[in-house]
């Protein structure tokens, strides 16, 4: 009955750190009527992978380019538009894209921003790097 009791609590600590793993990974903003979603999928020397999901019950969404909405932020404040744009699905109230940059140049954080998505000006995503996991 112990060894039932410590497997089932090593599986429990494992789905709890895959959790916080991904938690580091994923920030979200919910001002507004959109909640838009991050998640840093990539940040390596090959360049820097963004998940960005938007997500309303109130506001059409299909008007949004993730190309012109999302940028990649520099320390010193200018924005880099993604190279690609992938992976897009959704509609409607719910959209969903992986937005790719060029490597950063060797940076301590990755900054995300989103532009005009729900009536909010901008909202901006911070990870510091290496990420926790």
């Known amino acids: ?23 580091a990974a994923t ?18 020397a090959s360049g820097i992978k963004a998940k960005v999901v938007l997500d309303t019950h109130s506001v ?14 520099r320390p010193d404040g200018t924005d880099i538009v993604p190279a690609a744009v992938e992976q897009m699905t ?17 940076g301590t954080e990755v900054r995300i921003a989103v532009k005009n998505v729900g009536g909010v000006p901008e909202r901006v995503f911070r990870w510091d790097l290496p990420l926790r996991q």
Request: proline letters at 4%; glycine letters at 10%; aromatic letters at 4%.
């Open 1 to 23: 009955m112990r060894t039932g009791f410590a497997i089932a609590a090593a599986l429990l600590l494992v789905a709890a750190t895959s959790s916080n793993a991904q938690d």
């Open 90 to 106: 959704g509609g409607g109230h719910h959209r969903t894209a992986v937005v790719a940059f060029p490597a950063a140049d060797g």
């Open 27 to 44: 920030k979200r903003d919910r001002l507004g009527p959109v909640t838009v979603t991050v998640t840093l999928v990539e940040s390596s």
């Open 60 to 73: 059409p969404l299909d008007g949004i380019a993730f190309d012109q909405a999302v940028s990649l932020r």
